[in-house]
C-alpha cells in the first residue's frame, strides 16, 4: 500500500497536510486535533520545492536549472520531462539520492483558477480506465468531465483525463529508475490540479509496480479527487480543499493537517471536518 500526504497552500500561506488514517470516522469532534512536532515540519516542506519546480518549462526541469526550488534539491537527476502547460499540464520524473528515491511530480492551476472550476455542478464522476487500472471496483469514481476554459484552451477534461495523457510514459520512467538505481520507493507529489492527477497516479503506480515498491504521494492544494469509495481505497482538506462539494458525492481521502496563519500545523483525524477554520 502507499502512504498519502497532501499539503495544501493558500494565497495567505494557510497550508494543509492530509496523511492517511485508516478508518477513521466522518463525523470528528475538535478532540481529534493534535499539534504537529517540529521535526515532522521539517521533514515535510522539503517537498514543496518539488511543487515549485513543477511550474518551470521542460527547457529549465530538464537540466534541472530552475532557480531556487531547483538549488533547494541538489542531486535530483531528471529522466523524463513534458507537458505544454495546456492540455498537458508540465511533469517531470527523476531520481532524488537524498531520499533515494524516483519522484513523480505534476504541475497545478492557479488555485483561484482550479476553484471556480471546481464549483461548477458541470462535473460528473466516471470509473477509472479498466486498461489504466486493471481490477478495481466499478464503485470506485473520480472527476473526469469538466470544463476548464480558463484553463485548457476550452478542453473538456477532467483529473483521470490529464492523468490517462502520461500515465504509461511516467510508468516507463519509473520502471528504469527503479532499474538503474536498484531502489523501490516512488514519491508522487503534485499541487492543485496537479495533487489531483498525482493522487491518482499512485493508484495507478501501485497496480503496475511490483508489491515490493513503496510509494508515498505528497500533495499540495489537493481538491476532492473521487467519490467515497475512491476515498476508502486510497485511505488518506485549501479553497480547494473544500471543492467539489460534498453534496455532488465528492469525498477526501483521510486524516488532515492544516497549517494555519499563525504557522501553527495542526493534525486531524477523519475524512472531512468542516471546522477547521475555527480549532480549539
Same mark, same amino acid.
Given at each position: 500500500?502507499?502512504?498519502?500526504?497532501?499539503?495544501?497552500?493558500?494565497?495567505?500561506?494557510?497550508?494543509? %497536510?492530509?496523511?492517511?488514517?485508516?478508518?477513521?470516522?466522518?463525523?470528528?469532534?475538535?478532540?481529534?486535533?493534535?499539534?504537529?512536532?517540529?521535526?515532522?515540519?521539517?521533514?515535510?516542506?522539503?517537498?514543496?520545492?518539488f511543487s515549485r519546480a513543477s511550474y518551470c518549462p521542460p527547457t529549465?526541469?530538464?537540466?534541472?536549472?530552475?532557480?531556487?526550488?531547483?538549488?533547494?534539491?541538489?542531486?535530483?537527476?531528471?529522466?523524463?520531462?513534458?507537458?505544454?502547460?495546456?492540455?498537458?499540464?508540465?511533469?517531470?520524473?527523476?531520481?532524488?539520492?537524498?531520499?533515494?528515491?524516483?519522484?513523480?511530480?505534476?504541475?497545478?492551476?492557479?488555485?483561484?483558477? %482550479?476553484?471556480?472550476?471546481?464549483?461548477?455542478?458541470?462535473?460528473?464522476?466516471?470509473?477509472?480506465?479498466?486498461?489504466?487500472?486493471?481490477?478495481?471496483?466499478?464503485?470506485?469514481?473520480?472527476?473526469?468531465?469538466?470544463?476548464?476554459?480558463?484553463?485548457?484552451?476550452?478542453?473538456?477534461?477532467?483529473?483521470?483525463?490529464?492523468?490517462?495523457?502520461?500515465?504509461?510514459?511516467?510508468?516507463?520512467?519509473?520502471?528504469?529508475?527503479?532499474?538503474?538505481?536498484?531502489?523501490?520507493?516512488?514519491?508522487?507529489?503534485?499541487?492543485?490540479?496537479?495533487?489531483?492527477?498525482?493522487?491518482?497516479?499512485?493508484?495507478?503506480?501501485?497496480?503496475?509496480?511490483?508489491?515490493?515498491?513503496? %510509494?508515498?504521494?505528497?500533495?499540495?492544494?489537493?481538491?476532492?479527487?473521487?467519490?467515497?469509495?475512491?476515498?476508502?481505497?486510497?485511505?488518506?482538506?485549501?479553497?480547494?480543499?473544500?471543492?467539489?462539494?460534498?453534496?455532488?458525492?465528492?469525498?477526501?481521502?483521510?486524516?488532515?493537517?492544516?497549517?494555519?496563519?499563525?504557522?501553527?500545523?495542526?493534525?486531524?483525524?477523519?475524512?472531512?471536518?468542516?471546522?477547521?477554520?475555527?480549532?480549539?
Amino acid at each position: 500500500m502507499f502512504v498519502t500526504t497532501t499539503v495544501s497552500l493558500l494565497l495567505t500561506l494557510l497550508a494543509s %497536510l492530509v496523511l492517511a488514517f485508516p478508518g477513521a470516522d466522518l463525523n470528528e469532534t475538535r478532540s481529534a486535533i493534535t499539534s504537529v512536532p517540529p521535526s515532522t515540519v521539517t521533514a515535510l516542506t522539503i517537498y514543496g520545492q518539488f511543487s515549485r519546480a513543477s511550474y518551470c518549462p521542460p527547457t529549465q526541469t530538464s537540466s534541472w536549472a530552475c532557480g531556487q526550488a531547483c538549488s533547494a534539491l541538489p542531486g535530483f537527476v531528471p529522466y523524463l520531462v513534458g507537458g505544454d502547460d495546456g492540455p498537458t499540464p508540465y511533469y517531470y520524473v527523476g531520481y532524488w539520492p537524498t531520499k533515494n528515491t524516483a519522484v513523480v511530480v505534476h504541475q497545478g492551476r492557479a488555485p483561484y483558477y %482550479l476553484e471556480s472550476v471546481l464549483g461548477d455542478l458541470g462535473m460528473t464522476l466516471s470509473t477509472l480506465d479498466s486498461t489504466l487500472f486493471p481490477g478495481l471496483s466499478c464503485s470506485i469514481r473520480v472527476l473526469f468531465t469538466v470544463a476548464f476554459p480558463k484553463l485548457l484552451h476550452s478542453v473538456h477534461t477532467g483529473f483521470a483525463h490529464v492523468q490517462a495523457l502520461t500515465a504509461t510514459t511516467i510508468l516507463a520512467a519509473v520502471d528504469k529508475i527503479l532499474s538503474d538505481h536498484s531502489i523501490t520507493k516512488v514519491t508522487v507529489i503534485g499541487h492543485s490540479l496537479g495533487a489531483a492527477v498525482a493522487m491518482i497516479d499512485t493508484v495507478y503506480l501501485q497496480l503496475h509496480l511490483p508489491s515490493s515498491t513503496s %510509494l508515498k504521494f505528497i500533495g499540495h492544494g489537493t481538491p476532492r479527487v473521487g467519490n467515497q469509495a475512491f476515498a476508502d481505497y486510497v485511505d488518506a482538506t485549501d479553497p480547494i480543499p473544500i471543492v467539489p462539494d460534498l453534496s455532488l458525492g465528492y469525498r477526501h481521502v483521510s486524516g488532515e493537517v492544516h497549517i494555519l496563519e499563525n504557522d501553527t500545523w495542526i493534525a486531524c483525524a477523519g475524512m472531512y471536518l468542516n471546522f477547521i477554520e475555527h480549532p480549539p
